[in-house]
């Protein structure tokens, strides 16, 4: 079994900063792909930045390019998200998932999926 764990959400005010983790237990999950999405009440789940096997490379969707940054550490099995210059329209549910192999920006491409995690953005 692989899960998926997600922890740094909270209530902050537009401009603040935020760093959301994602630790892998289970199976080790070192070299999987790992990608954040996020989703508002009423709304589609909606990708916010992938980051493949070796954290080498990245993907990043146009609405949190130069604010956010996604990294990895392999050796703890964790993800995070770096969440610079919050607007209110960052509120939403944040998921981490994981896949075998895949590393793009659809949902139904990963399997493993987080609890999700709680980010609120006030003016």
């Known amino acids: 079994q692989v899960q998926l764990v997600e922890s740094g959400g909270g209530l902050v005010q537009a401009g603040d900063s935020l760093r959301l983790s994602c630790a892998a237990s289970?199976?080790?999950?070192?070299?999987?792909?790992m990608a954040w999405f996020r989703q508002a009440p009423g709304k589609e789940r909606e990708f916010v930045a992938a980051?493949?096997?070796?954290?080498?490379?990245?993907i990043y969707s146009d609405s949190v390019k130069g604010r956010f940054t996604i990294s990895r550490d392999n050796a703890k099995n964790t993800v995070f998200l770096q969440m610079n210059s919050l607007k209110l329209e960052d509120t939403a549910v944040f998921y981490c998932a994981a896949d075998l192999s895949y590393y793009g920006t659809a949902p139904v491409g990963y399997a493993y999926w987080g609890q999700g995690t709680q980010v609120t953005v006030s003016a």
């Open positions: 980051i493949n096997w070796s954290g080498s490379n990245t």
């Open positions: 289970g199976r080790t999950y070192s070299r999987y792909p």
